[in-house]
């Protein structure tokens, strides 16, 4: 029986990121290398999608920095943590305000990691 292959688009839709930031990802966490159909699209395994939904909740909502999250992510997969399930992201709660100080943590992180991106950008 053939594992299921879910192309760029299906994983966007489903972990809910843009394709940019999956292809991103594919440089800054070894664990994510999907095959390429011979006209170029990747296709990824669902325990990549996995590993991608993992990657986003410990970025997203745990605010680890990329290089927190791959260490994390190593000990995970050492210790043979499950990965969340790959069905539908849990939505957002209705219409709720998360606390000030979670929302200052949020920008301060993703404001670190555009630091990275651009410093990556610049080869320093």
Not at 100 to 112: C, E, P, S
Request: charged share 30%; glycine share 8%; proline share 9%.
């Amino acid at each position: 029986m053939e594992e299921k292959l879910y192309k760029i688009g299906e994983v966007c839709k489903l972990a809910d990121l843009q394709p940019y930031v999956l292809r991103y990802w594919e440089t800054e966490f070894p664990q994510l290398s999907p095959n390429k159909s011979g006209g170029g699209q990747r296709l990824y395994t669902k325990h990549e999608v996995d590993i991608i939904l993992r990657i986003k909740e410990l970025l997203y909502r745990e605010g680890f920095t990329i290089a927190g999250a791959k260490k994390k992510l190593d000990v995970d997969l050492a210790e043979g943590a499950p990965a969340p399930a790959s069905e539908a992201p849990t939505p957002p709660a209705p219409a709720t305000q998360p606390p000030r100080a979670d929302v200052t943590k949020m920008l301060g992180n993703v404001r670190r990691e555009l630091r990275e991106i651009l410093e990556m950008l610049r080869g320093e």
